[in-house]
């Protein structure tokens, strides 16, 4: 059952007087539950559990984290339809997406399990002593990722439960070993609520403290710039818009002790389609793309916002193509009011620009909360030189630039902002005749895609997901995949520590029958 | 031979008016080069060179690399005598720390080479395709650390050499694929030069593309901000004051790109010592923490400025005979009148402070430039209640705190700043007795030590140089060791990228035979 109330640690907790509703967009009514907006005391008292409850968190064995994160999966698939029902109420989005997202909630949640289970994760790295050396002797020294505190986790307005309260960010979290308070989205605060009452009683039942875990519920920013403020609080992951993941990373510099903010903001994915392809494959490429552009109504952060081609016969009947297969796809559902209307403005806003071409715009009229699905063209030094252009407009949206030449094609790749992914569509041996453009396109994302589409996110250990900025804040990391679990840990060193007193990690019996680093080479064994 | 000229790339460069020198401070006299302040057309011309050398210099294979820092250690050797005296006359140091700085340097150097030569650190996951999944096939995904683009990085006053121009965040940067730029310290512009000089030769001998390094000569801050807000650097390195690390760090995120900064700054080492020690070890302890807090002048980032016991008669034997030994120890000299500018200022603020014992005082006559050692005390809650006291006063000083019980002693442990290391001074099984001490301990700084000295940062893998804030910007990665190479990287993934255009980490044929995550196995193998 929701009750709009926050969970501070394993209590419910409702003390304030501001509350909020969420939104059914397909029936375009509010939804029942009033949810009560959390209080600087709530939020205090969150910080504050989260900070006890690290401190016994945080030597938690790999095979006790383990059983928490497996027994989160379980509580959420308990929850059944009434999770899948809820979902589909404050999203408008289709019940095989619900069950599919939990699919990918709950295996991601498994993959840290195993992981932590395992253990080598912790990248132990063992120097051991030499008394003998000259003309010092060298200290045994012993390395090891530990976790760096309490982690807020900001979720994202377009998957409420892979990028949400038990989504990738507290999965990995939870696997590193650091307590988690969840800033709810707004948007699907019961859905938020339910897996945030799957973690509770997975926590209760696998013994874990209370404050590894609370969530907090608004519907402003000023909550969310409270908890990012906090004292206690060591790390920030938020999914989500890049005014939306810059206001907190700004809030997160400037505090006396700046923390780590990992946040993954927008993108517009550009695809290069080279010549050859766009000729033998015109018509396919038209269809892949007018399906991928319209993915979800446009609502990953994987979308193919930019096409771009060089000038011609080919890269015409490809735009005429697309524009003719897009028109046919059936306008879908928004997530919010608030996101259409974004939607709406942005789309506006870049259909305004001079010498934009509009060359597919949905004509018929479409319901409520619907996405009319555009593709627009421009030439080369027009894009150039509008940045409102380069601007990610979030839905069904898409521009195709047309290139004077290849030169022209790497000058604009150069100039582009950071993004989460790049494309790369090519026939047979024609990529490595445009070496520059590759090369360029490498530095500006954090992946590459060969004759694919961007949409999709494979959660597997190659998968980066994160990039140059502004498509994350730090892209050094990934938020996808078991490498997501370094945005939360830092290494620490034990010098001529006592092996009774060393982590089981570090122990020279390797209890744990882990993967070490010792004097450079990599085994399993004893010391 | 050095000439006071800034190294734009290849090229000696010196357009600026404004000119500087470095002070001998044995004799107290400046030293005779007069250096060029770099400007901003020049600034900006390293800052263009380093872009455009990055697109040949991130492709390079990790044996050129090598072939590179070798070049670079064995250039830096041939320099000679020159280097030495150098150094002495920029620093004060003597003959035999300047030579240990250097082996510690070309080390270092040769470290990374190793590293890159190998291969294996670039961390190459693989996941490969599955067409036949259900419901959706696999694709073919392959992921490996890229660097970031140019790196600037400022050098240390105390470590002319393995902090600074060619120091372990210069190879650090090398061997990931980053050209660099030296903003150079003014202290010592002349060992800087020298070193820089060494580095132009080793790429023009191993074919480095020009703009892989250049060296700038500032004495003021304008010049450091101007690197660091140019659009073409991705990264900053910084060693030195919390006041210089926290403003750089400060100009970098407020960019419209923000970038990391990894400084390491200021951090005062606290030392416990548990009672059974205390008794059993009083005038060993003494002796060896004496020696500790003069070494180099108590010039290191790991001196141990705060000591930390629980009061009795045993504390007050070990303070007295600590107040012995330190007297007899002869004075040193610092850096520079700047340094014993500053240490005086700090040591008479720290002096000045209420309920503050001088428990030992140099008391003869010192030579100009040269420290008085000091030592001083406290009872616990005086320390707990005056920020002043948690003060780093670089230099040969050190505050004793006097805890009612080890109630206090973890109170105030984990009320202390972040810190490079802390270390722990027990007999026997004491240390076993004081969990919540070493967790607290734990969580306040990135290296433990036991029964040792914090100062002496060796050079490998299991080495942790860093801490949580402010000893660094970013306690997520070390200074010091191979793995300080992760903070100039990012991961990036391949997506169905055909095999003759995967860089040689990834094919299939694994050409470097390095070591790969294989479909979640770590292996040698081809695929």
């Known amino acids: ?81 009434e999770l899948i029902q809820t979902y589909c109420s404050e999203t408008g989005l289709p019940e095989g997406r619900a069950k599919g997202e939990r699919g990918r909630t709950v295996g991601q949640l498994r993959m840290f399990a195993n992981l932590v289970e395992e253990g080598s994760w912790v990248e132990a790295t063992i120097d051991t002593a030499q008394p003998d050396r000259e003309p010092m002797p060298r200290s045994d020294i012993r390395k090891m990722l530990v976790p760096l505190g309490p982690v807020v986790v900001f979720g994202a307005s377009n998957f409420p439960l892979a990028y949400s309260t038990a989504g990738g960010d507290t999965a990995a979290a939870f ?32 013994g874990m403290p209370n404050g590894v875990f609370s969530n907090i519920n608004s519907s402003g920013i000023d909550v969310g710039v409270q908890l990012v ?24 510099s400037q505090r006396k002790e700046p923390i780590p903010v990992f946040a993954e903001m927008g993108s517009i994915n550009p695809v290069i389609i080279l010549p050859e392809a766009l000729k033998n494959r015109t018509d396919s490429l038209a269809k892949t793309y007018a399906s991928s552009i319209t993915l979800g109504t446009g609502q990953f952060c994987t979308n193919p916002g930019l096409l771009l081609g060089i000038k011609g016969e080919n890269l015409t009947n490809f735009i005429h193509s697309l524009s003719n297969e897009i028109v046919k796809i059936e306008p879908s559902c928004m ?69 004077e030449n290849a030169e022209q094609l790497e000058i604009i790749i150069s100039r582009l902002e950071g993004q989460l992914t790049g494309t790369l569509i090519a026939d047979n041996d024609e990529a490595s005749n445009y070496p520059e453009v590759i090369s360029a396109l490498q530095n500006r994302v954090g992946r590459v895609i060969f004759n694919g589409v961007p949409t999709g996110v494979e959660v597997c250990p190659s998968m980066n997901h994160g990039g140059p900025y502004p498509s994350s804040t730090d ?9 997501s679990i370094k945005r ?40």
Chains 1, 2 share one sequence.
């Open 229 to 252: 403020k906090h004292p206690n609080v060591k790390a920030v992951g938020f999914t989500g818009s890049i005014k939306g993941g810059r206001a907190l990373y700004d809030t997160a």
């Open 335 to 403: 997530l919010h009011p608030n996101i259409i209307g974004a939607y709406e403005n942005n789309r506006k806003n870049a259909l305004s620009q001079p010498e934009l071409n509009v060359v597919a715009d949905y004509q018929s009229n479409v319901q409520t909360n619907y996405a009319r699905q555009t593709v627009t063209t421009v030439k080369d030094s027009t894009f150039l030189e509008n940045p409102t252009l380069h601007q990610e407009v979030f839905g069904p949206y898409s521009i195709v630039v047309q290139c």
């Open 175 to 206: 696997a590193a070993g650091c307590p988690v308070i969840v800033k709810s989205h707004p948007m699907h605060a019961g859905t938020g609520e339910l897996v945030a009452s799957a973690i509770i009683k997975a926590a209760e039942k696998t």
């Open 475 to 483: 892209s050094r990391f990934t938020a996808v995949g078991i490498h």
């Open 488 to 527: 939360w840990v830092r290494p620490f060193s034990y010098q001529d520590w006592p092996n009774e007193l060393l982590p089981n990690e570090l122990k020279n019996e390797n209890p744990l029958e882990i993967s070490r680093l010792i004097n450079n080479e990599q085994k399993t064994a004893k010391i």
């Open 1 to 81: 059952m929701i009750t709009g109330k926050n969970y501070i640690g394993n209590d419910l907790s409702a003390k304030g007087n501001k509350s909020y509703r969420t939104f059914n967009p397909q029936l375009n009514i509010e939804n029942e539950t009033t949810f009560s907006e959390a209080t600087s005391a709530e939020i205090g008292m969150a910080c504050d559990l989260a900070e006890k409850a690290f401190h016994s968190f945080k030597t938690c064995s790999g095979k006790d984290k383990a059983s928490f994160l497996n027994a989160i999966a379980d509580e959420i698939l308990a929850l059944d339809d």
